[in-house]
């Protein structure tokens, strides 16, 4: 799930991110579903999701 930008985009690209203190893991703050893991205590660092391929028809 991405967030809303309220503000203009950062200007460097890891800006976006942080280092989770509990696991270590780098989190895009972007990303709810990555932020709202890493709030949870006690937690394991989240396992990442390979991207969906989409096929487009050829064209004839």
Aim: hydrophobic share 25%.
């Amino acid at each position: 799930m991405r967030g809303k930008v309220h503000e203009a985009e950062l200007a460097n690209e890891q800006d976006h991110f942080y280092n989770c203190p509990a696991c270590g893991q780098r989190v895009d703050q972007r990303d709810f579903r990555q932020v709202y893991w890493h709030e949870k205590s006690g937690h394991e660092p989240l396992q990442t999701q390979s991207a969906t391929i989409l096929s487009f028809p050829r064209p004839k």
